[in-house]
């Protein structure tokens, strides 16, 4: 069965730094666009971060450009997401996605979800 499991989420303090991990079992990871998005209470789930197949291309929320980094490992079929400069803002359950692309149709042709990590940023 597919699986995306994230791991790395928890409590840090502002200023601080957490690195989460999604493993993907049952995919072939180099294929698949991966992403982070996250949750806050009472918000839209958000895009955070993105990262292409190749890892050659990245994309940014605003809210988090030089602050997050996504990165991926396709030999480990794991995709990471080191946050620095933590705000209580950043509080959320952070999801990892994985996206299968035609590049015939250029038209999501799969998808799966991680069923989250806590992250909270409290002092």
């Known amino acids: 069965q597919v699986q995306l499991v994230e791991s790395g989420g928890g409590l840090v303090q502002p200023g601080g730094a957490l690195r989460l991990s999604c493993v993907a079992s049952?995919?072939?990871?180099?294929?698949?666009?991966m992403s982070w998005y996250r949750q806050a209470p009472g918000k839209e789930r958000e895009l955070v971060a993105a990262i292409s197949s190749t890892g050659g291309s990245t994309k940014y929320a605003d809210s988090v450009k030089g602050r997050f980094t996504i990165s991926r490992d396709n030999a480990k079929n794991t995709v990471y997401l080191q946050m620095n400069s933590l705000k209580p803002e950043d509080t959320a359950v952070y999801y990892c996605n994985a996206e299968l692309w035609s590049a015939f149709t250029a038209k999501k042709v799969g998808e799966y979800w991680g069923q989250g990590t806590q992250v909270t940023v409290s002092s």
């Open positions: 049952e995919i072939t990871f180099r294929s698949y666009a």
